[in-house]
């Protein structure tokens, strides 16, 4: 079973070695203690949004670019597993781009503006 906790800890730890930093020094910039990061890093525990927000700028790292390093991290080990036999969920559907005319407060078409929206009719309404 792929555990979401490792790899973030594995990729997190791997940013702040690549900086050269220790333990010590990220966490008094994160404001979390030293053996709550070591857990973190180590996958033992599950960090919170506001955590990850904190350690990441402690490491100047934008929480997309960690989440996209942990992405890629996870379709590698899913990959892995269906190799080795074990069953990994299919990928869910892709959201439908459509294509919607917004109308300013006058009435009138101002551009058009692609958004993600289900299938079924969406009203969209200018402020």
């Known amino acids: 079973m792929i555990l979401l906790r490792r790899l973030l800890g594995d990729v997190l730890r791997r940013q702040r ?3 050269g930093r220790t333990l010590r020094e ?3 910039s994160a404001r979390v203690s030293l053996g709550y990061l070591s857990e ?4 033992q525990k599950e960090a919170s949004s506001e955590l990850l927000a904190s350690i990441c700028e402690a490491l100047d790292v934008r929480m997309s670019e960690l989440m996209r390093e942990v992405s890629d991290e996870l379709a590698l080990a ?26 300013s407060v006058t009435g009138r078409p101002e551009e058009r503006v692609t958004i993600k929206a289900p299938t079924e009719a969406v009203d969209v309404v200018a402020a």
């Open 40 to 43: 973190v890093e180590r996958g």
């Open 26 to 28: 990220v966490s008094s």
């Open 17 to 19: 070695q690549r900086q």
């Open 78 to 103: 899913e990959l892995a597993q269906s190799a080795a036999g074990e069953t990994v969920p299919a990928p869910m559907r892709r959201p439908v781009l459509n294509t919607v005319n917004v109308t």
